[in-house]
């Protein structure tokens, strides 16, 4: 077993769990998961084997149906499915998010309804805030709803990038409603959307026009969201009450960025393993290139960000667990794990020479990867204002 990206502290209980997603990541997902991204195939056989597993119900509390799991547990099992394809980390992280903001924010009729399905996966779900014209300005979203006089309410617009929008047949959304109030963000609310898994017309005013062809991540599919003329009602606003949309949303995106930061953990722990394994059959100059030492030293500098990024996830996972807000630390960890991953990637690419070019070898399906880490759930930049703004309030000078 690796040395890098131990834990301490776990529980029996969750050790065996890592233990038994370690074996599925290595029997099932790595000797497959190239030839599938290659050719942009949804990973059927994996995603039922983790339905099995109970992967999708891991947080959702045992009397729904689920594990009853902590954001850590999640995490770390997060980290060793990236480790064997980032795209399957992708179909569980907005099911997760939802999952999480129904069980935090919902009623109780929408946790009964929702979560034991959610927990089962037959209810999977996508997490709608960018539109065509903004992804970090969230306050410039332009989807909005219209309540009529008779009490329902009417949505029209245009969502991009829904990560699992044409394989989830749950969508909570992020759109504009008029609540009278004098603020942006509290004239924001998030609706639970039911539609069919697919392409076209999947509900009433829905339509999933189909999958944007991406660099990497390929497998999971990525959407766009058109809404014309969706009708819907009260009972699918999340909580019940229009208004508190934004910061349901923030919510589940702090407890997305852990789980991304884990992303990028996994996948450079994978790209140290392709490298530290090349570099000692590779020869050149009369001697493996492992032993020149500028060869050396780079995977001594990759293995110290691997840990130094699993470390920060890690403790991010258990700020959240305790009950406080770890928006700060979930911010450090989504930017140093994914800075750090892209740069061990790009590190471990370097040492595989020209093979690292060629799509034979799997560090060139972890180069198209990783990059697409420093953007979703908040870019990198994104990151330094979250966690710049909350240090200064911190260290607010007492004048
Ligand atoms: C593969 C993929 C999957 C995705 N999945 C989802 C999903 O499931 N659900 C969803 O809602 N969204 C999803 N997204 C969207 C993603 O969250 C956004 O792309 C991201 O938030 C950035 O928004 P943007 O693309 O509009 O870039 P912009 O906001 O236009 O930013 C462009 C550049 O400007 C910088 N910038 C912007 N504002 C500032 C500022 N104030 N200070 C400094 N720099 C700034 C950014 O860092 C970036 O470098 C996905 C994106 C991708 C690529």
């Known amino acids: 077993m690796s040395r890098l990206q131990q834990t301490d502290g776990l529980t ?4 065996e769990l890592i233990k038994l997603v370690r074996e599925f990541v290595d029997e099932q997902i790595i000797p497959v998961a190239t030839e599938l991204e290659h050719k942009d ?6 995603v039922d084997g983790m339905k099995e597993m109970g992967i999708f119900g891991l947080m959702i509390p045992e009397e729904y149906g689920g594990l009853g ?3 850590l547990t999640y995490a770390l099992c997060v980290e060793e499915i990236a480790r064997g394809w980032m795209s399957v980390s992708g179909i569980i992280n907005t099911h997760f998010i939802v999952a999480y903001m129904v069980l935090q924010h919902g009623t109780e009729e929408q946790k009964q309804h929702y979560l034991p399905k959610m927990a089962t996966g037959e209810i999977r779900g996508a997490f709608s805030m960018s539109e065509p014209g903004c992804g970090s300005d969230v306050s410039a979203i332009k989807t909005k709803a219209v309540k009529g006089d008779d009490g329902g309410w009417t949505i029209n617009g245009q969502k991009m990038w829904l990560t699992n929008g044409g394989s989830a047949n749950l969508v909570a959304v ?3 409603t008029d609540t009278g109030v004098d603020s942006v963000y509290r004239n924001m609310t998030t609706f639970l959307i039911d539609k069919e898994s697919g392409f076209g017309e999947t509900a009433q005013g829905v339509t999933v026009p189909g999958k944007i062809d991406k660099m990497g991540y390929k497998g999971v599919d990525t959407t766009e969201l058109v809404f014309d003329g969706h009708r819907t ?3 699918q606003i999340l909580g019940g009450e229009p208004g508190k949309g934004f910061y349901q949303m923030m919510d589940g995106v702090e407890v997305g960025r852990v789980n991304v930061a884990a992303r990028g953990c996994g996948v450079a722990r994978r790209a140290f393993e392709l490298g530290v394994s090349y570099a000692q059959q590779r020869e050149t100059f009369g001697k493996k290139i492992v032993d020149h030492q500028a060869v050396l030293f780079r995977l001594a500098d990759m293995a110290v960000k691997v840990e130094a990024a699993h470390e920060m996830m890690v403790k991010a996972a258990r700020k959240k667990d305790s009950g406080e807000r770890n928006d700060l630390e979930a911010g450090m960890a989504k930017y140093l794990a994914s ?3 892209s ?3 790009e590190d471990s690419f370097r040492i595989h020479g020209g093979y690292g070019y060629s799509k034979e070898y799997e560090i060139e399906r972890l180069y198209r990867e990783a990059p697409m880490l420093l953007i979703g759930e908040g870019t990198a930049d994104i990151q330094r204002m979250i966690i710049g703004r909350r240090l200064v309030e911190d260290y607010k000078l007492k004048s």
């Not at 029996?12 to 050790?15: K, L, R």
């Open 12 to 15: 029996e209980e969750q050790t």
């Open 41 to 46: 195939e949804y990973p059927q056989a994996i």
């Open 69 to 71: 799991e902590s954001l």
């Open 174 to 176: 992020l759109v504009k």
């Open 233 to 235: 009602t009260d009972a």
């Open 339 to 341: 800075e750090y991953c």
């Open 343 to 345: 740069q061990v990637v």
